[in-house]
């Protein structure tokens, strides 16, 4: 569905750039939940931004491709799209719900005008009625009664301003949903009920999410596949039970035992010492083995490839010199 190629941000030009994410490779498939994982600085949001082209300045793209595959038709190549091209793109076809996007909603508009203007700039035909009842199906979808509609954001709980930023992100049915942190401000009861209902509409709808979150209890429960970020490097990827059930990567291990098991047995609560690498000054190597309990002598050396262990699920794949099979076979796509 969308396919990332060698993808490349940074912040900044010329002397002073700084690379915030490095040659990703990444596959969202048609309608499933990748999950997006790493401690806070590891790129996750500069990649989302990235890849839809909401970059703030000093961010560029510096390299990479961003194909998104359409049932009908040729893929569309992203990051060669015009602005008008994109302004048509986004929403319709892949939609955007940001870190802290409660606080998103214009304050001084009621809700209704707020979804109207999402319908409105994408089908400049339709009619006032139309855009009110389509509004109206959009909230009942995201489980807030149709009377709120009227309502101004300052008069909506948090939970109900992010599932009004849910709605909107479904307004145009896209294909594609990327939530940044959808739910990291809310309590853990309404961020399960709101994931637990986005997993229903999903179900029903059919759209892919990219799911990014420092929290990968969540993650686990949500996700089909899990990716995981250090450094602004993907170095592991894999079935969500696959890598809940045995990390490759001492980093996901590392992460894995920074939060209490919710389901199984229970894990001891170890964190992961040290701080994540500063971007003007990245190890050599691996940029995790500073701080790697099993780091040994190739992982200060050379940059270990993502590539799938030898003798594993070909699901799999791993930048670790613990598992070099991975050598072989860099960035190919995950079946
Ligand atoms: P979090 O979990 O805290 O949201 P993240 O994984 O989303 O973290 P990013 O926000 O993508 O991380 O940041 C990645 C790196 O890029 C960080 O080292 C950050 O300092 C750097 N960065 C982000 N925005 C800018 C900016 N506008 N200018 C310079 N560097 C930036
Ligand atoms: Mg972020």
Redesign the pocket.
């Known amino acids: 569905m969308l396919e990332i190629r060698g993808l490349r941000?940074d912040?900044?030009l010329g002397d002073q750039a700084?690379r915030?994410?490095h040659d990703v490779d990444l596959t969202l498939h048609r309608g499933e939940v990748l999950g997006l994982a790493?401690?806070?600085?590891?790129?996750?949001?500069?990649?989302?931004?990235g890849l839809t082209r909401l970059l703030?300045?000093?961010?560029v793209v510096a390299g990479g491709q961003v194909l998104h595959h359409r049932t009908d038709g040729p893929p569309v190549d992203v990051l060669a799209l015009t602005p008008a091209q994109l302004r048509a793109y986004r929403w319709a076809e892949t939609s955007i719900v940001f870190?802290g996007a409660m606080n998103s909603l214009n304050p001084v508009h009621k809700v209704s005008t707020q979804l109207h203007d999402v319908i409105r700039a994408h089908e400049p035909d339709s009619t006032r009625a139309g855009r009110r009842a389509r509004a109206r199906d959009l909230l009942r979808l995201v489980g807030i009664s149709a009377d709120r509609l009227d309502s101004y954001p300052h008069q909506l709980s948090g939970g109900m301003r992010q599932r009004v930023m849910i709605a909107m992100a479904l307004a145009l049915e896209p294909q594609v949903v990327i939530m940044?942190?959808p739910t990291t401000a809310l309590d853990v009861v309404m961020q399960r009920q709101i994931l637990g209902q986005l997993a229903e509409l999903r179900r029903k709808l059919g759209f892919a999410v990219l799911f990014?979150?420092?929290d990968l209890s969540l993650l686990v429960e949500f996700s089909d596949r899990i990716a995981i970020?250090y450094g602004?490097r993907i170095v592991e990827e894999a079935p969500a039970a696959q890598l809940y059930g045995r990390a490759l990567h001492p980093y996901t291990d590392g992460l894995l035992h920074s939060f209490p098991a919710l389901h199984g047995p229970r894990r001891e609560l170890t964190g992961i010492p040290g701080s994540?690498p500063?971007?003007r000054a990245m190890p050599t190597g691996c940029a995790f083995h500073p701080r790697c309990p099993r780091a040994f002598a190739p992982c200060a050396g050379e940059l270990p490839p993502l590539g799938p262990p030898a003798d594993d699920d070909p699901r799999r794949a791993v930048a670790c010199w613990l598992h070099p099979a991975g050598a072989t076979a860099p960035g190919r796509p995950i079946p």
């Open positions: 941000v912040y900044g700084v915030a994410v790493g401690e806070s600085g590891s790129g996750k949001s500069t990649l989302a931004y703030p300045p000093p961010g870190q940044d942190e990014i979150t420092h970020m602004g994540p500063d971007l």
